[in-house]
């Protein structure tokens, strides 16, 4: 009987392809147990379709960290990163909603 693979072994060998096939400095690769790849939050702005594509064929999810101006998030949808994290949801909600992306309800708070 053979044992599962150890997550956190398939997260450092997809962080080290993708820092080899894409030239982005391995401690800028956050995998999260083997299913996930997230730039550091100020090098979002360094992943391009072809990274998305890289990391899709690698069986990663793209998520992206701190976007919040309007042409980031939008360049974000655009390029196919998988989720996006933002100090402003109500921003990327409307421009998701523009781009034609079907949300949940929202969720309102108060401060």
Known sequence: MT?????????????????????????????????????AADRFGDVTAELVSEAHSLGLRVVVWTVNRREDMARMIEIGVDGIISDRPDLLRQIAAEKGIALPAGTPVAP
């Open 3 to 39: 044992s599962a693979p150890d997550p956190w072994a398939l997260a450092a060998a997809a962080a080290a392809a993708i820092a080899e096939r894409t030239g982005v400095e391995r401690h800028d690769v956050l995998v999260v147990l083997g299913s996930g790849w997230t730039p």
